[in-house]
């Protein structure tokens, strides 16, 4: 499975929305609901803020929502925070019994 | 608290072994799989294998089959990553992160801290 494709980067100002890509095949993101997103803040450890497509652990801004439509799935955070600024990862369990990330996408908020 | 705690960062040359480790507590050890996740330098996330502690059983991912061994000791619920033979192109943060394949959670949560290992001659 290669793996998942993210846009390398994305922007907004605060306040703003934006949305983050995730495009499988549906050996993964089409063939499941066990989509993930984790937030890494530089020289940190990944943390999970989206699991099974659409849903928030709990202790999570309800800023940050997930959707899946066919192999691509998407991140949303919504009034953009300086806080915000991270890598964003998106991961898929597969057909393989195995998983694969996206290559990570850097937001900036300006 | 869940909380997975790595071993701390190794400075290694080619050709040596290592292992490095995740301990676990707040939880059943036996309950729940912990999973292994590289990032190299700069680079993204990219998953290496998974183990269930109840029995050892651990899988691998393509590019990792063959060159690293996941292990686990339930008397100290603990899970290991080893390398016979490093590369320098093994120098990387290894990540651990807990799942549990039983019940269909299939995301990692909560990641252990991260252990960097360099291989230089």
């Known amino acids: 499975h290669s793996a998942l494709t993210q846009p390398a980067s994305v922007s907004g100002s605060p306040g703003q929305s934006i949305t983050i890509s995730c495009t499988g095949t549906s050996s993964d993101v089409g063939g499941y609901y066990y989509v993930s997103w984790y937030q890494q803040h530089p020289g940190k450890a990944p943390k999970l803020i989206i699991y099974h497509v659409n849903n928030r652990p709990s202790g999570v801004s309800n800023r940050f929502s997930g959707s899946k439509s066919g192999s691509t799935a998407s991140l949303t955070i919504s009034g953009l925070q300086a806080e915000d600024e991270a890598d964003y990862y998106c991961s898929s369990y597969t057909t393989s019994s195995t998983w694969v990330f996206g290559g990570g996408t850097k937001l900036t908020v300006l | 608290e869940v909380q997975l705690v790595q071993s701390g960062a190794e400075v290694k040359k080619p050709g040596e072994s290592l292992r490095i480790s995740c301990k676990s507590s707040g939880y059943s050890f036996t309950n729940y799989w912990i999973t292994w996740v590289r990032q190299m330098p700069g680079q993204g996330l990219e998953w290496m294998g998974r183990?269930?502690?109840?029995?050892?059983?651990?899988t691998y991912g393509p590019s990792f089959q063959g060159h690293v061994t996941i292990s686990a000791d339930k008397s100290i619920s603990t899970v290991y990553l080893y390398w016979s033979r490093l590369e320098a192109s093994d120098t990387a943060t290894y990540y651990c992160?807990?799942?549990?394949?039983?019940?269909?959670?299939?995301?990692?949560?909560?990641w252990g801290q991260g252990t960097l290992v360099t291989v230089s001659s």
């Open positions: 183990i269930d502690p109840s029995d050892s059983y651990a």
């Open positions: 992160g807990r799942f549990n394949d039983y019940t269909g959670e299939r995301f990692f949560d909560p």
